[in-house]
């Protein structure tokens, strides 16, 4: 089966080639609640290990779905075996210093001058382009994953988020995916070793 997995190494690959990110991409099973832990780099980065925590990118828990159901199931069709996953990214970095724990662009008297409007657009800057080179990378696969056509993404600015006050974006969109074509969990000949129970009440109506 192609889902999870598959997902983390898509995105691992990509992040890793991100001139900002360094490959700093983190899975957030507690929906981001993991960067208020100091330690996030050891527990959660995936691929090289981070120097520093910021800028990152991470993915909230992707729901998904679909008809659930496996080519040569009677009735279905290629178009309806794709799974479809709601992608919600963070891409973030702290307001006024830099991953390296430097003010970032200071004034006179060492205070920072970087807005939180600069940080929204330094991080959308990266979101569309992570969307742009996924959308390219995927490409060559013959539509086993692609967009889906009826979500544009769409970017939501977040600001000041938990204990290290990172702001950014938040980039959502839906990706769709083949997630394969056999049952996995059922011997060869469930179809004929399966019956389902007549169709009656097996607990009917009784005094209380």
Known sequence: MIGY??????????INASLVMEGRFYVCPN????M????????LAIGQAASQKYPAAMLMPPPKEGNFEYLGMPGQSGASLYDVYTIKMLFVTTNASTGQNQVQAPN?????????????????????????????????????VLFWDDMVP?????????????????L???????????????????????VAPALTDPHLIHKM
């Open 5 to 14: 997995t598959y997902i983390e190494s898509l995105f691992k690959t990509i």
């Open 31 to 34: 929906w981001g609640a993991e």
């Open 36 to 43: 208020n832990n100091p330690n996030i780099e050891g527990s």
């Open 108 to 144: 006179g008297v060492g205070e920072s001058t970087h807005t939180v409007v600069q940080t929204w657009h330094d991080m959308d800057r990266v979101a569309q382009n992570f969307c742009s080179v996924l959308r390219s990378t995927i490409q060559p696969l013959g539509g086993n």
């Open 154 to 170: 769409r970017i939501t600015l977040v600001t000041s988020l938990g204990n290290d006050d990172v702001s950014g974006v938040m």
């Open 172 to 194: 959502t969109f839906k990706l769709a995916m083949y997630s394969g074509c056999t049952i996995e969990d059922y011997a060869v000949g469930w179809q004929s070793s399966i």
